[in-house]
């Protein structure tokens, strides 16, 4: 039932910024966990930042510096800020939000379909 939108993906010069945002809706239970993922051709997904309910925020070694993560539960979105964006920047990158974990650990998540973040050099 949730539905997840990226939005804010782009071309940007390096050295440049971009701020992604995700929203998301059709939510029944409080949003646990809301993070950002990018794929890079020829990579794993990986995880790019992710910030909880309790206000923990995680970051990649990558971003770490660069990017800034935030969220408002009130409206329902999540913020990348993309700061010093390098060519290595050039991805898809997909927000999560995770609802809730079953008993067992497993989460109940879902996914958006992705924006285009191109960064040339």
């Known amino acids: 039932q949730v539905q997840v939108v990226e939005s804010g993906g782009g071309s940007a010069q390096a050295g440049g910024s971009l701020r992604l945002s995700c929203s998301f809706s059709?939510?029944?239970?409080?949003?646990?966990?809301i993070c950002w993922f990018r794929q890079i051709p020829g990579k794993q997904r990986e995880l790019v930042a992710g910030?909880?309910?309790?206000?923990?925020?995680v970051y990649s070694d990558s971003a770490k510096g660069r990017f800034t993560f935030s969220r408002d539960n009130a409206k329902n979105t999540a913020s990348l800020q993309m700061n010093s964006l390098k060519s290595e920047d050039t991805a898809v990158y997909y927000c999560?939000?995770?609802?809730?974990?079953?008993?067992?650990?497993?989460?109940?998540?879902?996914w958006g379909r992705g924006t285009q973040v191109t960064v040339s050099s």
């Open positions: 999560n939000v995770l609802v809730r974990r079953r008993a067992d650990g497993t989460p109940v998540d879902y």
């Open positions: 059709g939510n029944s239970f409080p949003i646990t966990f």
């Open positions: 910030g909880n309910s309790d206000g923990s925020i």
